[in-house]
């Protein structure tokens, strides 16, 4: 049996497309270094971003609600605090992070390009510090989240549709070749290049994985196939880092005795 790293992603923006990374720096009790460092919190949400507090994701735009949002491409550049959001290649709208005015602008063009009222304006909220402090993750927990590639081509199998990974928005995607064999990782460490985590708990699923990330459409119940074939509604877990340590494409996940 093998387990290889295939793909390492990190979400700058919660509910928004994913950036790809050869490599990162897993650091202690942490979560990937800007990984959901930004979300757009719905009207009347309350959030203080010198005591970040964990909310539910039900505060903040997301494709749970909000499945039109797999229809952007968000580009964060980090050293300029530069956001940009695309379709089909084109860019919609660019902003600077740091102005004012910038973070009203975005939020008006997404609250028309979702349908939503002036009233219903989303704004976007960073914790002081950023991913150091808090992340806006849909569990309180500062945790890696891994995705079994096997465990999706089986339930792609029986469903009769290929289901891409992109839905489960993981950290760490990798190749093995027994299904569901994460599931016996929980409570249990592993090791990834220098770093060292240990599993926790199984990823439960909601209904935005039913939203296809390129189409932007809700094309299949994917919780209701979980629990039809499999009589559960996980896929993939979660991992805290216990030693920090750089993970790259091509690593071999080792279970540790």
């Not at 299949?220 to 805290?240: D, Q, R, W």
Request: proline share 3%; hydrophobic share 40%.
């Amino acid at each position: 049996m093998y387990n290889t790293i295939d793909s390492i992603y990190r979400y700058p923006i919660k509910g928004f497309s994913g950036e790809r990374l050869d490599s990162v720096m897993l650091s202690s009790n942490n979560v990937i270094s800007g990984d959901r460092e930004f979300a757009f919190a719905r009207a009347g949400v309350n959030f203080d971003q010198d005591n970040p507090k964990y909310l539910q994701k039900k505060n903040f735009l997301a494709l749970v609600r909000d499945e039109k949002l797999a229809s952007l491409e968000a580009k964060y550049d980090n050293s300029l605090q530069r956001l940009s959001l695309s379709r089909h290649g084109a860019v919609l709208i660019e902003v600077s992070l740091n102005s004012w005015k910038d973070r009203q602008r975005i939020g008006d063009f997404l609250s028309k390009y979702l349908g939503l009222t002036s009233l219903k304006r989303p704004r976007i909220i960073r914790a002081t510090g950023g991913t150091l402090n808090h992340s806006f993750s849909d569990l309180p927990d500062k945790a890696i989240s891994l995705i079994n590639l096997s465990s999706i081509m089986e339930l792609s199998e029986k469903i009769g549709a290929k289901l891409d990974p992109m839905r489960f928005r993981g950290n760490i995607n990798f190749k093995n070749d027994i299904p569901w064999h994460e599931f016996h990782w929980i409570h249990r460490k592993i090791a990834i290049g220098e770093a060292v985590l240990k599993v926790f708990k199984r990823t439960k699923r909601c209904a935005a994985t039913s939203v296809n990330p390129f189409s932007a459409i809700r094309d299949i119940n994917v919780p209701k196939e979980l629990s039809k074939h499999y009589e559960h509604v996980n896929l993939g877990v979660y991992a805290t880092v216990i030693r920090s340590g750089t993970i790259k494409i091509g690593d071999k996940i080792e279970l540790l005795q």
